[in-house]
Each structure stands twice: as structure tokens, then as C-alpha cells.
């Protein structure tokens, strides 16, 4: 599904303050992914985020369900990946109420065609229901007046409305409370499971990172350093993932 080859992004180069952030990373992700992605800070994962949805520079390939995007501007490339911000303020129109948010994420070119409206209120009812959040009492609520967890469990199910081939979770859960986080979790979880959108998810939090997924990747100085998949991840605890890092890395801000 994705396959990045020697990423490499370097912030003022050639200059005093020159700073390699990704180092010739490579990563293949296979369909239906969901990884979740650890690394201290300066590590590069944000940074990753930034070249695959062409944000920032970068030398080497990106490569999206076998299309080279290199050459893709970031609007088209926006096309088929969905993203998710830290902050809940990002990712919907502040001032347009919950329902006029949902049609434009639904990019709908029918609003005029009869029983359009009806039919699709009704499934965004019945979508956002299942949320628990009592957003589907809110369509007519502008999205700046919503709590920061109504707001990320609308941006997501935005985000994915259209079964992007590629979900960004740029630390989605980071800002909210530990109740807001866990239902926000259980969320996306569901969301990506039911969709089968394969995914990236940058995260601080280790138990989020450790009961979440199929993978794990650590990052350090803008490399892979840790890999663990399938039956390895599943059995992985706390104890052991901090082990196994401090063996091979000094690292004592992993997650910082």
C-alpha cells in the first residue's frame, strides 16, 4: 500500500543550523496496516507525516498503492490520504455547524437533487449515533462550540468518510482528557477496523501504542531502529518494549 525508500529530509541545508530529520528511512506498509508509531521528540515522525502528504522537501520516493507521488502537489495527494491534527480545532470549518461540516467532507455534487438532503441527514444521524457522543443532537451546533472530543470523533469520521487509501494520525488523542482519549480510541479503532483503512498513528502514549494495532515502529534521529509485528507486538508489555529499546539506544526521552 505504501512504500517510502530513502527518505531523507534535511531542514537548512547548507547552512549553520543544517539538520538531518529523516535519514534515508525506509518503511513498507502492507494494506490494512495500522501502525502505531513511537519516537522521542526531533525523532522525525511528524516530519514523516509532512513528506507523505507533501509538506516539506525531501529526497528519496513515496511510493502510495504503487503511485510514485513525488511529482503529486499536495492537494491532489490530499485526495487519497486522510489526516488527523493534535489540535481539535484543526480539521473542521470552525464556524459552519456539524452538518454543513459533513457536507463538504462528503464532497456530494447532488445537494440539489430531490430527497438528497432528507436521506443524507438520516445517515449522518445514524453514523454519529454510534459514536456515543450525542453529536447527532448537535447538526445544527457550530463546531467551535463542541468539546474537543465531539470535535476529533467528528474530524475522523470526516477524515475517512471517503475511504481514503491512506488514514494520518498526527498524536489525534494528545489534547483531550484521559476520558475523552480512550473514547476517541475505541473510535478510531472501530473506524479503521470496519473500513479496513490502512494506517499511520504517532502516539506518546505507550499503552495506547502497545493495545492498539498490528504494529509498532520506534523512530530515532530519523531512523527505524524497532520493528515488531504480529504475535511479537500482541505479547509485547510496557516492561519488555522499554527493555528492548534501552539494549540497542541511549534514549532515555522516548517518549517525551
Not at 127 to 134: A, G
Request: hydrophobic share 40%; glycine share 6%.
Amino acid at each position: 500500500m505504501l512504500e517510502i525508500k530513502n527518505l531523507k529530509v534535511v531542514f537548512y541545508k547548507d547552512e549553520p543550523l543544517e539538520k538531518v530529520v529523516l535519514n534515508e528511512l525506509d518503511l513498507t506498509v502492507e494494506d490494512h496496516d495500522f501502525i502505531c508509531i513511537l519516537g522521542s521528540n526531533g525523532a522525525g515522525k511528524s516530519t514523516l507525516y509532512n513528506s507523505i502528504i507533501g509538506s516539506v522537501k525531501y529526497e528519496g520516493s513515496i511510493l502510495l498503492d504503487g503511485k510514485n507521488l513525488n511529482n503529486e502537489k499536495k492537494y491532489k495527494r490530499m485526495k487519497e490520504i486522510g489526516i488527523v491534527y493534535q489540535d481539535p480545532l484543526k480539521g473542521t470549518a470552525p464556524n459552519l455547524t456539524v452538518y454543513e461540516n459533513m457536507l463538504l467532507a462528503s464532497k456530494a455534487k447532488t445537494f440539489l437533487k430531490k430527497g438528497f438532503k432528507k436521506a443524507f441527514e438520516q445517515k449522518t444521524i445514524n453514523d454519529l449515533k454510534k459514536f456515543n457522543l450525542n453529536l447527532e443532537n448537535n447538526l445544527k451546533s457550530q463546531c467551535k462550540d463542541l468539546s474537543g472530543g465531539m470535535r476529533q470523533a467528528l474530524t475522523l469520521y470526516m477524515a475517512t468518510m471517503s475511504n481514503p487509501k491512506l488514514l494520518l494520525l498526527d498524536e489525534h488523542t494528545a489534547a483531550l482528557d484521559p476520558k475523552a482519549q480512550e473514547e476517541i480510541m475505541n473510535i478510531t479503532n472501530d473506524i479503521v477496523n470496519n473500513k479496513k483503512i490502512t494506517t499511520l498513528m504517532i502516539t506518546h502514549n505507550l499503552k495506547t501504542a502497545l493495545n492498539y494495532g498490528n504494529r509498532l515502529i520506534i523512530l530515532n534521529q530519523g531512523k527505524i531502529v524497532l520493528d515488531i509485528a504480529g504475535e511479537k507486538k500482541q505479547q509485547m508489555t510496557e516492561e519488555k518494549l522499554l527493555q528492548l529499546y534501552s539494549e540497542h539506544f541511549s534514549d532515555e526521552m522516548l517518549l517525551s
